[in-house]
């Protein structure tokens, strides 16, 4: 009842600083809507978003800052044992506009490269192990490839109150992973996992009708394609900040860290939740807790104190800006492993 084959994980909806009600309102509790993918009969899928800094479920003790219903339990599916990181800089020349793509700079894209390069083999990381599934355990994560991927966005297929018709669908990102995987002849990927990153003003929405969409009901998600042999997992990462005024970091008087660029560093942030996500719950039927929420739902928006380097954990000698993550071992967020 709780999972079908997709389910999105939506992150905290801000405005101008602020937290929107709606989405935090709804953050904890899956709901069944309809996917329309192009060109396809509807189909019944659970959508998952979670909560917003204010959205939080219940208080939690004190000593113990999750979310949602703690512990994380487990549901008897896979995990994924040897993550391997692909990032896909979706970046043509234009946006359904005509207007220039902007926002995916060599800096932004060298960072997010380099948090994937410093990850593996982190204390940060290493949270991961405790979460295992019929003897396998989720040890280690590596930076595979990148590609930018220059395929002109498909026009009139969405429409966001934030970007207008610069909008692509959960089904064109599916389109572009699965074209980007046979290009590069991956076609069974039961640790493989790509990221698709959009340029600043590019909005997208789950499907045509838009009743969940970037900025507004989420910030990322990750699901998986099911595929010959194997499946394709992936995640939706739009850019952080959007000409509107929404953006994807926690609000101005917030406590998240920023020690390399203010983009670069949110959309690394809002990438570690989906990519612990990911290796803890790949097919969205392992390592949930009773409300439904993830190992990084229940520690959304929760970051550490800043340290000397202005970062709240240092990875590699390199500072970031991460939220924490849920510890069954600890019982309670944490920046490093049990």
Not at 54 to 77: I, K, T, V
Not at 191 to 210: A, H, I, L, Q, R
Not at 280 to 300: F, R, S, V
């Amino acid at each position: 009842m709780r999972r079908s084959n997709i389910v999105v994980f939506g992150a905290a909806t801000l405005l101008a600083g602020s937290v929107l009600a709606g989405a935090a309102a709804s953050a904890s509790v899956p709901r069944t809507v309809a996917h329309h993918p192009e060109g396809t009969a509807a189909q019944a899928r659970k959508v998952h978003f979670f909560p917003a800094p204010s959205g939080r479920s219940h208080a939690q003790p004190a000593a113990d800052e999750r979310q949602g219903s703690p512990p994380l339990l487990f549901n008897g599916g896979p995990i994924m044992k040897t993550e391997k990181s692909y990032a896909i800089f979706w970046n043509p020349a234009t946006l359904q506009s005509g207007a220039t793509s902007q926002g995916l700079t060599t800096k932004y894209k060298s960072l997010i490269k380099r948090y994937f390069s410093d990850v593996g083999g982190s204390t940060f990381y290493h949270n991961n192990i405790q979460y295992t599934s019929n003897g396998n355990v989720p040890t280690t994560t590596k930076y595979t490839a990148t590609w930018v991927d220059t395929t002109a966005f498909p026009p009139g297929h969405c429409t966001t109150s934030d970007t207008g018709t610069n909008c692509v669908t959960d089904a064109d990102i599916q389109a572009r992973v699965v074209a980007d995987a046979a290009a590069h002849g991956i076609t069974k990927s039961p640790s493989d996992m790509f990221f698709v990153y959009t340029p600043k003003n590019e909005g997208s929405c789950f499907d045509s009708t838009c009743a969940q969409q970037s900025y507004q009901y989420y910030c990322a998600y990750h699901s998986y394609i099911p595929n010959a042999g194997g499946n394709l997992i992936y995640a939706n990462m739009p850019y952080p900040t959007v000409s509107s005024g929404n953006n994807c970091y926690f609000p101005p008087g917030g406590t998240q860290q920023f020690p390399n660029n203010l983009n670069a560093d949110a959309v690394i942030n809002v990438t570690s939740h989906e990519q612990t996500e990911a290796v803890t719950d790949p097919q969205l039927n392992a390592w949930y807790d009773a409300a439904g929420y993830e190992i990084g739902d229940e520690c959304a928006w929760d970051f550490g104190p800043t340290l000397s380097n202005s970062g709240d954990v240092t990875l590699n000698g390199h500072p970031y800006g991460l939220q924490k993550e849920a510890s069954n071992a600890s019982a309670n967020c944490v920046l490093s492993g049990p």
